[in-house]
C-alpha cells in the first residue's frame, strides 16, 4: 500500500473500532500523528501532508486536530482498499 491508502485504512480502522457509522460519523483520534507514522512506518510529515491530502479531497473533515468527520465514509474505505 502507499502512504495515502495506509493512513486512509488506519482512520478507516480507528473509526469501526470507535463506533463511527453512517448516522454519527464523527470520532476523536486515540493517537498522534507522530504515533500514526510510527506504526505505519511512515514520517510524521508524510502522515500529514496525507491527512490535508484526504481533507482536500473531501474524504475527511477535520473540526479540530483531533477529530475527525468522516464525510464519505465508503468512498475513502475503497480508497483505503486501493480502488479509488
Not at 469501526?16 to 464523527?26: E, I
Not at 501532508?49 to 484526504?54: F, N
Not at 481533507?55 to 475527525?68: M, N, R, S, Y
Request: glycine residues 4%; proline residues 6%.
Amino acid at each position: 500500500k502507499n502512504a495515502q491508502e495506509k493512513v486512509a485504512s488506519l482512520l478507516v480502522d480507528l473509526a469501526r473500532r470507535l463506533g463511527a457509522d453512517q448516522s454519527r460519523p464523527a470520532f476523536r483520534l486515540p493517537i498522534s500523528r507522530q504515533e500514526m507514522a510510527d506504526q505505519l512506518g511512515l514520517t510524521i510529515e508524510t502522515v500529514s501532508r496525507t491527512i490535508t491530502r484526504l481533507k482536500q479531497e473531501g474524504l475527511i473533515a477535520l473540526p479540530t486536530p483531533q477529530d475527525v468527520v468522516l464525510r464519505r465514509p465508503a468512498e475513502l474505505a475503497a480508497f483505503a482498499e486501493g480502488a479509488a
